[in-house]
């Protein structure tokens, strides 16, 4: 019944200043929302890169010899026994060089050096990766003759429509060159992590002759799951499998990008729960300020019999009242954009498509802060109403 009593009173002295209520809620669900929509960003970039990395540079897997730089295996058997995983949905050879190219036009002689020039098996490719899907303009498909390129590629080539002729000369074993022509049918797209914009793509067996490797060997096999959130177990399988090579999951291959953006998010985190210094002091401010402009009302309970415990009790509840609010009002925005960039993607940091995962729980944390800054915010002024003596206050008559 006391509590009961007390909640009524502290509701009473709270909403007779309904602005400044109000404002403190606010600083309260702003900080929230902060927090929360810091992390759906973040996150979003993080799930995203993951995404980028699995579909279109490494993998969901990538099976490597980094010590001699390639795999000597034949690759339809490795591919036979890596498919044969009931986890694994596909998996593709790749080979990668590194090339000059040149492009003629009518005006001009355009060159490009040092390009990362991808080789791929077309057939196995497109089931493995999203590669051929990201074909922007032209064909999605790639002959012994025909070549993919970039569209940052492109514009530095000077090529401005499929079904013209590039000049690609590429190292061999035999330390010389080998020079070839392809055509282009198709210019491709990605984000800045997919990695496409700046690459060249030839069928797998033009690059090894080029290479001289006589269709022996591959740089790296990627391979896709069916549940990625397996990769650490199919790993170990296929360590056992292979033990003479490499295999990495795309949270391994992609280190030290993902460990930069990781970084990243626990600094704008920690960013916005320094934030919730501002509401504190707001809240501090909001009370102290009622406190000076209560000293009668606090009079009068003192003079009624009302404790000093109680007129703390009093203030403190007001304190929780205002975290209450605020963490529904900040958990409420939170929700509505939460849901909003799970269903309805957007572009951020060089074209990623956040890849946003919006679960409730995760509001848990931060409203709980906010809550629990607000009663603590609380206790200087409610301290400070309990010093008032009902001789002293009652002179404000």
Sequence with gaps: ????????????????????????????????????????????????????????????????????????????EMIVRVTANPLVEAAAPRVVAYSSINHTTTHKLYSVYNVRTLGVNPTLEREASKIFDSVIVGDASLSKSSALLGKDLAQDLGVRNV??????????????????????????????????????????D???????????????????????????????????????????????????????????????????????????????????????????????????????????????????LIGVIGAAIGGLVSSVVGLWLENYPVAFFGGIVLDVRFRFADLFIPMAVGFIISVLASIYPAWKASRYEPAEAMRYF
């Design 163 to 204: 079904g013209e002729i590039i000049k690609v000369k590429v190292s061999n074993v035999f330390g010389g060159y080998t020079v070839k022509q392809f055509r282009v049918s198709g210019i491709v797209s990605s984000s800045a992590v997919g990695g496409l914009n700046n690459i060249l793509i030839v069928h797998i």
């Design 1 to 76: 019944m006391k509590l009961s009593y007390l909640m009524l009173l502290a509701r009473r002295i709270l909403f007779k200043r309904k602005s400044s209520a109000l404002t403190a809620s606010m600083a309260v669900a702003a900080t929230i929302f902060l927090i929360t929509f810091n992390g759906l960003v973040f996150g979003g970039v993080l799930n995203a890169i993951h995404r980028d990395l699995g579909a279109f540079q490494h993998g969901h897997i990538e099976i490597l010899n980094e010590k001699e730089g390639i795999i000597d295996e034949a690759d339809w």
């Design 206 to 320: 033009t690059l090894r002759d080029m290479l001289g490797w006589q269709n022996k060997y591959s740089t790296y096999i990627i391979v896709k799951l069916k549940n990625p959130d397996r990769a650490s177990e199919v790993k170990a399988q296929l360590e056992r499998m292979f033990p003479d090579y490499e295999v990495k999951t795309v949270e391994e291959a992609g280190k030290i990008l993902i460990k930069a953006v990781r970084e990243g998010v626990a600094f704008i985190n920690l960013v916005g729960y320094a934030g919730m210094i501002a509401s504190a002091l707001a809240i501090i401010t909001v009370l102290t300020m009622m406190v000076s402009g209560k000293t009668r009302d606090i009079g009068v309970l003192r003079a009624l019999g009302i404790s000093r415990k109680e007129i703390i009790a009093i203030f403190i509840l007001d304190g929780a």
